[in-house]
């Protein structure tokens, strides 16, 4: 990353990318008779929303760069977590879904880590260490999910 500008339009267009897919799973979720897992999604959705807002609001005074999607250079190609598109299919199952969002999470954890170990600015690294600790928290989340399910037991509660 070349400065804090650029940082936060990634940060902004990988949190929407976020908030969008894990609505579209929740939805999907929900929709056929997976209340509890869309739950989760649907608080994923939120945490993503609220994460792209925090974005915009660092970014205040500054002059983000406008950015078109062929302009992002990601690191597999596209936003890091963008689930795949089949994510949303309806028919999707419970198990299938929770992996699909911890592949997502733990994408975007890595663009962040990433990001984290190669910027010299410390501005950068401030707000990187910031990201880097709620997406592990995302993760830790669905691999809590995904224990459950690989146990039998029932799905954690979502507060």
């Known amino acids: 990353m070349k400065s804090v500008e ?3 339009a990634y940060a902004i267009k990988l949190e929407e990318e976020a908030m969008l897919r894990f609505g579209e799973l929740a939805d ?9 897992v869309g739950k989760l999604f649907r ?3 939120e945490y993503s929303k609220w994460h792209m807002g925090d974005a915009k609001a660092r970014a205040g005074f500054r002059e983000i760069p406008e950015m078109e999607a062929h302009e992002f250079h990601w690191p597999q ?12 299919d309806p028919f999707l199952a419970r198990d299938e879904a ?12 890595g663009f962040y880590a990433h990001v ?12 990187c260490k910031e990201f880097v600790a709620e ?9 809590k999910w995904i224990a459950a399910a690989s146990a039998g037991k029932p799905m954690p509660a979502v507060v």
Not at 101 to 109: D, H, I, Q, T, V
């Open 6 to 8: 650029e940082f936060l």
């Open 28 to 36: 999907s979720m929900e929709t056929y008779g997976n209340a509890e």
């Open 43 to 45: 608080k994923l959705s």
């Open 77 to 88: 190609g596209e936003s890091p977590e963008r689930a795949a598109i089949w994510g949303a």
């Open 98 to 109: 929770l992996a699909i969002a911890l592949e997502a999470e733990k994408a975007g954890l």
């Open 116 to 127: 984290l170990e190669t910027t010299d600015d410390p501005e950068i690294k401030a707000l």
């Open 135 to 143: 997406e592990s928290e995302h993760v830790a989340e669905l691999e």
